[in-house]
């Protein structure tokens, strides 16, 4: 298993100038962050904001302007940014006959799923559901799971390739409240235990209140950014969220 | 041993070799069409062969099957390529080309009124198979096995998720086209033998039988080739008896396997 690492504090992730132009279409200009490991940096803004896009974007799903670095802050040098990306959910409909163990080796194996079951990845896998409790699952359909397994086997097979960077856009279907507690509960034991940075696509103002360190409000581009207090005090927050409370 | 007399004629024999190469790389194929929908795209694809033939036609080609490859892989490219850009649903672009191609291709066909040269197409004949095309068969169906085995998990990553597939370096756009390629070709090269009219039926059924009964890849393919092959083969036993076209003969079968699958999953609720 993924030795668990205390957060050094001594890493960050720099985004400069990142710029997002779809269909003549400027959808995100001017995106300047600087995200520290061991943090958990809530995104927030209305809907059609960017938010999504500023996340496809990092993960280079979409043409961009701009560039990410990762550098070590006491020497400056640049490394790999590792990424590991937890979708919102996976396309899979009733009866697909794709397994936990098939999605993951999918994705992290050459061994072919159709013919054959490797037992080394097998193990890899397991190891890795344990985290989440979720090994139980590895037989089961990906279409039969709940909205809160899936995404436990989800953040799981993020978590296999010991990224840098997660990068999450929160469940917003299929997932009762006990199962979004459990949700911010796992990212933030993630973000205490182990060096990565979190970057989190957020609907819910409350639990970016309770379990966010950062937040970012966008619209285009940064509106404010800083403390979740700092940003939800500030005279931006409040013009973006004047209506519908709690909700974006 | 009169039950095997039917193996006493050649075209039979050859006939036989064929179901034998063709059904399990229908089956295997079949089960990433259903899985990424794109029952309508490969059933597009073999209409396009009239077009392709009407192509080779215009051209003065010898061989229309080369035109027919060559159309077929350009529109596959074509319509993966436009249903990526355009805002319109995958099944309206689809409908859309695939109506025009076939409308073009049925218009320079029937010039002079001579399709009925062409029609034998529609429906296929698996018993005029000569082991040269026997060949071909057999290269595709390599070929297929090999890119299965190499591809097959990156084919299933994009699937499943597009975004996550490209977070992890896998060409998303090229793994949908060389698909799509593949899918062209095979439709191409058996479409003579299956005909068009039912082509899809034998790519998608086995599949979508095998997906009734199967919980994870490895079930999803084993029951899907075992599902087309046992209609391929039992269908050109009874079609020779019963003296009826075979490729409708094993649509019938495998229809039937559909149900049953249909009501045996829904009984032990997988």
Known sequence: MRKMIRPCGLHCIKINHLGVTLGGQEILKDINLHIHCGSLNAVIGRNGAGKSTLIRAILNDIPHT???????????????????????????????????????????????????????IRQ???????????????????????????????????????PNLLLLDEPVSGIDQNGMDLFYK?????????????????HDLDYVRRYADQAILIDQTVLKQGSVKEVFGSRE????????KGET | MSMFSWLHYDFMKYAFLAILIITPLFGVM?????????????????????????????FGVNDTNISMVVFAVVFALLLN????????????????????????????????????????ILVGD?????????????????????????GFNKLLAVSLNRTLAKSRHISVAWMENL????????????????????????????????????????????FSILFSMFSGNVGLIISYYVNVATGPTIVILASIIYFITYWWGRRNHI
């Open chain 1, 66 to 120: 701009g560039n990410i670095e990762f550098k070590d802050r006491e020497n400056g040098r640049i490394q790999k940014l590792k990424m590991g990306y937890v979708p919102q959910s996976m396309n899979v409909e009733k009866q697909t006959p794709v397994s936990v163990y098939d999605m993951i080796a999918a994705y992290q194996s050459s061994a072919p799923v159709f013919l054959m079951r490797g037992s080394k």
């Open chain 1, 124 to 162: 890899k896998i397991l190891e890795h559901l344990r985290i989440f409790e979720a090994d139980y699952l590895i037989d089961k359909q990906v279409c039969n799971l709940s909205g809160g397994e899936q995404q436990r086997v989800l953040l799981s097979m993020a978590l296999m390739d010991s």
């Open chain 1, 186 to 202: 796992t990212i933030y034991h993630l973000k205490e235990n182990y060096d990565l940075a979190v970057i989190l696509i957020s």
């Open chain 1, 237 to 244: 927050f409040a013009q973006v969220f004047q209506y519908g």
């Open chain 2, 30 to 58: 079949g089960t990433m069409i259903v899985n990424n929908k794109m029952a309508f795209f490969s059933d597009a694809l073999g209409h396009s062969a009239l077009t392709g033939i009407a192509v080779g036609v215009v």
């Open chain 2, 81 to 120: 390529q436009i249903s990526s850009k355009v805002a319109a649903s995958t099944d309206t672009v689809i409908s859309v080309f695939s109506s025009f191609s076939i409308a073009i291709g049925l218009a320079i066909l029937s010039k002079g009124g001579n399709f009925s040269k062409y029609s034998s």
């Open chain 2, 126 to 150: 698996i018993l005029s198979i000569t082991p040269l095309e026997l060949w071909y068969l057999l290269v595709i169906l390599l070929v297929t096995v090999l890119f299965w085995l190499i």
């Open chain 2, 179 to 222: 698909f799509a390629v593949l899918t062209a070709l095979i439709v191409m090269l058996s479409i003579k033998w299956v005909g068009i009219l039912i082509i899809n039926a034998l790519l998608i059924l086995p599949a979508a039988s095998s997906r009734n009964i199967s919980e994870n890849m490895r079930e999803y393919h084993f």
